[in-house]
């Protein structure tokens, strides 16, 4: 458990405005996994420019809604130092348009052949109240749940955070 990240798990509805703040919350509490639900990326004001903390890397999608739509766009900010990460957004794993996921793989520098977690598989998720797309997202994430475990096997493990609205969580939590 002593190397398990340490979680931090935000909607502050627009990053962009807060960017100072969520900096220094994550360096003054040494937050390794952050995952932002709203963070308004956009193509003009991409958070990973602004974010600027040299030990993480920030992953988001951008291209998950209209640009001119406002809101949504979840995001990572994951410790590096510490951990190997990798993003599978659009590489690995392919998201449907209107379906608002993140996501990235986490493996510690530290792990040996006797670690029993050996890499963590993240999601941010924002689902809009009013959201069309729930039936979409819920088959999204079991599509990835399935082609992830069976790419890596034993010893990976999940962390899906967010905000979800009134998305029932049933379907994903019988993973």
């Given at each position: 458990?002593?190397?398990?990240?340490?979680?931090?798990?935000?909607?502050?509805?627009?990053?962009?405005n807060?960017?100072?703040?969520?900096?220094?919350?994550?360096?003054?509490?040494?937050?390794?996994?952050?995952?932002i639900?709203?963070?308004?990326?956009?193509?003009n004001?991409?958070?990973?420019?602004?974010?600027?903390?040299?030990?993480?890397q920030?992953?988001?999608?951008?291209?998950?809604?209209?640009s001119?739509?406002?809101g949504g766009r979840?995001?990572?900010?994951?410790n590096?130092?510490?951990?190997?990460?990798?993003?599978?957004?659009?590489t690995?794993?392919?998201?449907?348009?209107?379906?608002?996921?993140?996501?990235?793989?986490?493996?510690?520098?530290?792990?040996?052949k006797?670690?029993?977690?050996?890499?963590?598989?993240?999601?941010?998720?924002?689902?809009?109240?009013?959201?069309?797309?729930?039936?979409?997202?819920?088959?999204?994430?079991?599509?990835?749940?399935?082609?992830?475990?069976?790419?890596?096997?034993?010893g990976?493990?999940?962390?899906?955070?967010?905000?979800?609205?009134?998305?029932?969580?049933?379907?994903?939590l019988?993973?």
């Amino acid at each position: 458990a002593l190397n398990l990240p340490k979680v931090l798990n935000l909607n502050p509805r627009s990053a962009m405005n807060k960017i100072e703040e969520i900096k220094t919350f994550i360096e003054e509490e040494d937050i390794d996994v952050t995952f932002i639900s709203e963070s308004h990326d956009r193509e003009n004001k991409k958070l990973e420019e602004h974010m600027n903390l040299p030990m993480h890397q920030v992953i988001s999608n951008i291209h998950q809604r209209p640009s001119k739509e406002p809101g949504g766009r979840p995001a990572i900010i994951a410790n590096k130092n510490k951990y190997t990460v990798e993003d599978l957004t659009n590489t690995q794993v392919n998201v449907p348009w209107g379906v608002e996921a993140t996501w990235a793989l986490l493996t510690p520098k530290n792990i040996s052949k006797d670690s029993i977690v050996k890499r963590v598989v993240l999601c941010a998720l924002y689902v809009k109240p009013k959201s069309r797309k729930k039936t979409a997202t819920l088959n999204h994430i079991a599509e990835v749940y399935n082609l992830l475990n069976t790419r890596y096997g034993r010893g990976t493990y999940w962390m899906i955070a967010g905000d979800t609205n009134t998305l029932k969580l049933g379907p994903i939590l019988d993973l």
